[in-house]
């Protein structure tokens, strides 16, 4: 695990491929560096990650807008530990999206509870279509009906975590 006082730092480019990692993250994820740099940044998705708060971070940061969210991802020896990341373009100076760059924090228990919960509704919601992009659309759908009925937002929902 990680520490309270560290961040996981990556980055990658325009299609996910990692370009840089920290100490941090190759020690918390169990990957050597050589083993990440030039890997997608899937590599750690963890199969509990519901795809559709994944298409929601990346709709929002290839859009050119950052986004906080609470992920699990998988250590290289099938072992799982949550961040709170926050994820964001890279511009160069034409103002264009040239990258990708997250800084993840460790959460707190309550935030990966509430989490959890609502990640394995999402995830149940996914498996009951066999069509992938059918069950992330109709998760995508339960999500936004889920922030709805709390009459908040997603990044207010996050936050409030």
Same mark, same amino acid.
């Given at each position: 695990m990680f520490h309270q006082d560290e961040i996981i730092v990556s980055k990658t480019d325009l299609k996910g491929i990692i370009t840089y990692a920290n100490d941090v993250f !190759?020690? =918390? @994820?169990?990957? %050597? *560096?050589? *083993?990440?740099?030039?890997?997608?940044?899937? &590599? =750690?998705?963890?199969? +509990?990650m519901p795809r559709c708060?994944? $298409? !929601?971070?990346? +709709?929002?940061?290839?859009?050119?807008g950052e986004i906080f969210?609470? =992920?699990?991802?998988?250590? $290289?020896?099938?072992d799982h530990y949550w961040v709170f990341a926050h994820v964001t373009p890279v511009f160069d100076a034409s103002r264009n &999206? /040239?990258?990708?760059?997250s800084s993840r924090r460790l959460p707190p228990r309550s935030a990966v509870q509430a989490a959890e919960g609502l990640y394995g509704l999402l995830r149940t919601?996914? %498996? $009951?279509?066999? +069509?992938?992009? %059918?069950?992330?659309? /109709? %998760? @995508?759908? !339960?999500?936004? @009906?889920?922030?709805? +009925?709390k009459g908040t937002t997603y990044d207010e929902f996050v936050l409030s975590l």
């Open positions: !190759l020690r =918390v @994820s169990g990957y %050597a *560096e050589a *083993e990440l740099l030039g890997r997608p940044h899937n &590599i =750690v998705r963890h199969p +509990d708060v994944y $298409k !929601l971070l990346w +709709d929002r940061i290839q859009g050119g969210a609470y =992920v699990v991802n998988r250590a $290289k020896n099938g &999206i /040239a990258g990708f760059h919601e996914e %498996a $009951k279509h066999a +069509d992938r992009n %059918a069950g992330m659309a /109709a %998760a @995508s759908s !339960l999500l936004g @009906s889920i922030l709805r +009925d």
